[in-house]
């Protein structure tokens, strides 16, 4: 099976969809890659659902990509006597560690941490931001506030401190069990949130040791600060704009999210928007207007992959939700500004060797209006490269390495099938010509660029490109 669009779809599985028949259905409507929600999942049903897309993934024949996702740290308050209380603007309101229910004055914070680090004059956030305090002042054992946006306060609700570096490292105890048993397991991509600093990313990555790529996402102001270090260490990023848009004033997110897609496609890391994207459809079989023009300015913008979370997770109508992002993306992908838009955000290749060669395929193909060009790749670095070239004809990205073919599953534009190495340069041109035809991109008399590593199988070391002929006796 073929997508007619380069942008992926990322589905998150969950009650109404984690089963083998909803999974095969949702990637018939377009899924690529499902993502398995860590804050939803004990071991035996991670276990389960990672068991079934590989059925599914066995069925149809194609690399399918998981992405395991780990909850990160959350930060609550306690218990609210009766349940809830009203915070008055311009009251005063204490933090403190004493155990005891909360009321209109002072509730429980379970945190440590967040004494030592926060200061005077800073920011505090209550219930995804509903409720906004000023710190006033603070003592080893409570903060005292002044409510700037006051509101209902209910038991448990969640704590932001979107001004403050948090002494926390991204990983929890629940969360490196996770990721053991993910890794355990063979997931293709892991998703670490409430990063801060690229420590947090280098701590997943040498726990994963290869086994797994890693997804940073990006969803604390303190991330954007160190944004180009966060890419360099790691294998992509996400702009989670749920609590991106906590932390941030939300008229500050759009322009964020288009300064992180352009962010990773200079570096030619895969970048996933997400959160709220049909959000309507997780209760309506139709999305709004706004959510759809939201879906379009990702494709538009060149984001590797778009995400659908509660709605195919969770919500009545999940293949229907994954079947209307997919024809969303294919219609922009061939409205007549797109090329401009895409073209108009190239970057320079890297001076390497392999990223001259990526930037040539790009520019042969595009003299010769070929059918496609053809990446032969065991890591998929060379895949990586053409991507961030974002040509508009097929990538077709050849690997004998089956975890290679799953992660790049996430990746824009690329169409990875599974064969052996190439014997000779003869075999390398053959084969490329006969899969391009097979697949359905490339017609007898056509002509498809090759991409490869000379010798054969060495990886990182694409040195070669080569023109080939699509003959009659493809058919």
Wanted: hydrophobic share 45%; net charge negative.
């Amino acid at each position: 099976m073929t997508r007619s669009r380069n942008v992926k779809i990322i589905a998150t599985l969950g009650p109404a969809s984690d089963n083998p028949d909803m999974i095969r259905k949702l990637f018939e409507a377009g899924a690529d890659v499902f993502r398995l929600n860590m804050s939803h999942l004990d071991h035996k049903n991670l276990k389960r659902v990672h068991a079934a897309v590989r059925q599914v993934e066995r069925e149809v024949e194609r690399p399918i990509g998981i992405l395991a996702d780990l909850q990160g740290p959350k930060l609550r308050i306690g218990e609210m006597m009766d349940g809830s209380a009203m915070l008055d603007k311009g009251a005063r309101f204490r933090l403190d560690t004493s155990k005891a229910a909360g009321d209109a004055t002072r509730a429980y914070l379970p945190h440590p941490a967040i004494f030592d680090a926060v200061s005077a004059g800073q920011a505090l956030l209550l219930d995804d931001g509903k409720i906004r305090l000023a710190v006033k002042g603070k003592g080893h054992d409570h903060i005292d506030t002044e409510v700037v946006v006051g509101g209902k306060l209910s038991s448990r609700k969640g704590v932001s401190l979107p001004d403050t570096l948090l002494p926390l490292t991204a990983l929890t105890e629940k969360d490196r069990n996770d990721l053991d048993a993910a890794l355990e397991l063979g997931v293709d991509w892991v998703a670490l949130s409430f990063v801060q600093r690229p420590d947090d990313v280098a701590e997943v990555r040498k726990i994963a040791r290869g086994r797994a790529a890693v997804l940073a996402k990006i969803e604390k102001p303190q991330a954007l600060e160190h944004l180009e270090e966060i890419l360099e260490i790691s294998d992509a990023i996400m702009v989670a704009r749920g609590d991106l848009g906590v932390e941030l004033p939300l008229e500050q997110v759009p322009g964020w999210q288009k300064r992180l897609t352009r962010a990773a496609r200079r570096t030619g890391k895969p970048v996933v928007v997400a959160t709220q994207m049909l959000e309507s459809m997780i209760s309506s079989p139709t999305p709004t207007r706004a959510e759809v023009s939201d879906v379009a300015t990702a494709v538009f913008e060149g984001a590797d992959a778009v995400m659908l979370s509660a709605e195919s997770a969770a919500g009545e109508f999940p293949i229907e939700a994954v079947a209307m992002m997919d024809r969303v993306a294919q219609s922009v992908e061939s409205d007549p500004t797109y090329p401009g838009i895409i073209y108009s955000q190239r970057t320079e290749p890297e001076a390497t060797g392999a990223d001259a060669i990526a930037a040539a395929a790009h520019s042969v193909a595009d003299t010769l209006n070929a059918a496609a060009i053809v990446c032969w790749t065991n890591s998929g670095s060379t895949g990586l490269r053409v991507a961030r070239e974002r040509p508009l004809f097929p990538i077709i990205v050849l690997t004998p390495i089956e975890a290679t073919a799953r992660r790049l599953a996430l990746v824009w534009g690329l169409h990875c099938v599974l064969t052996e190495d190439a014997t000779d340069l003869e075999d390398l041109a053959e084969r490329a010509c006969r899969i391009a035809y097979r697949e359905g991109f490339a017609q007898p008399g056509k002509r498809i660029v090759v991409t490869a590593g000379v010798p054969l199988g060495t990886p990182g070391a694409t040195n070669m490109l080569r023109v080939a002929f699509v003959g009659r006796h493809e058919e």
